[in-house]
């Protein structure tokens, strides 16, 4: 078996070590003997989406968002063909946010590629915090850091805040999951902090390439001590 990872524009992307997240899915699939490729992606790239089974697009300011958008608009279309086909994507921050309708700014609004029926609005102030969030895989940390408020509308959360901010510091909710598509503000990287996460990931992608997901487990003692440690001492410093 083989995974074949689309690391987007990882020069413009890469906000608080989130090329971690691809060190993550390349160590587990390795550990399991899955044979792994990583292949990154420059803004001037052709990109072809059937040779990929995993698609990761990290966070970037606000500038390097706009030049991102602007490329990615150009391949809209494949893009949106790649997710309909199921097709597996991390977004996480900026990235997260391009895969909506739009990002309204203060002076000016980034058009998104309206993958996903979301929109963003810049807040008045930084939303920044650890965050805990309980999900269809298990218990989820993470860290974020963004000013801007995102609104999922029906879209199903990737999480349920329980300790944190989350899409916008309102409803509770965190990130969004779309058929294969993981948005979410959490940095950190995410994927280190949550093997269960990251493996939810490797066993979607082998089954919609292979149509099976057998993962052999891992030991994960450390990882799991250190994300209960987290949770532990944050819930109850809430409490």
């Not at 990929?52 to 970037?60: P, Q």
């Not at 029926?117 to 102030?125: F, V």
């Not at 408020?149 to 805040?161: A, E, F, S």
């Not at 030991?219 to 987290?230: G, N, P, S, T």
Request: some cysteine.
């Amino acid at each position: 078996m083989k995974i074949t990872i689309g690391h987007f524009y990882p020069d413009l992307l890469n906000l608080y070590g989130d090329r971690g997240n691809i060190l993550a899915i390349k160590k587990r699939c390795e550990w399991r003997g899955i044979e792994t490729e990583v292949k990154e992606f420059s803004i001037d790239d052709e990109v072809d989406f059937s040779g990929l089974d995993i698609v990761f697009l990290g966070g970037g300011s606000d500038r390097e968002q706009l030049i991102v958008c602007k490329r990615l608009k150009e391949i809209q279309k494949d893009i949106l063909d790649y997710v309909q086909d199921n097709g597996v994507i991390l977004a996480v921050c900026g990235g997260y946010q391009l895969l909506g309708h739009y990002y309204q700014l203060e002076k000016e609004k980034i058009e998104g590629l309206s993958v996903l029926d979301i929109y963003t609005i810049a807040g008045q102030k930084r939303l920044i915090d650890n965050v805990i969030l309980e999900t269809d895989f298990g218990s989820v940390a993470g860290f974020e850091n963004h000013g801007g408020r995102t609104y999922i509308g029906d879209h199903k959360p990737l999480g349920k805040v329980l300790y944190g901010n989350g899409n916008n510091g309102e409803d509770g909710q965190e990130g969004v999951l779309y058929r294969n598509v993981f948005g979410t503000y959490l940095h950190g990287p995410i994927l280190p902090k949550n093997p269960n996460l990251t493996d939810e990931l490797i066993a979607r992608a082998l089954t919609r390439k292979y149509g099976t997901a057998a993962l052999s487990p891992l030991d994960d003692c450390i990882e799991i001590q250190a994300k209960e440690y987290i949770i532990e001492r944050f819930l109850k410093e809430k409490s």
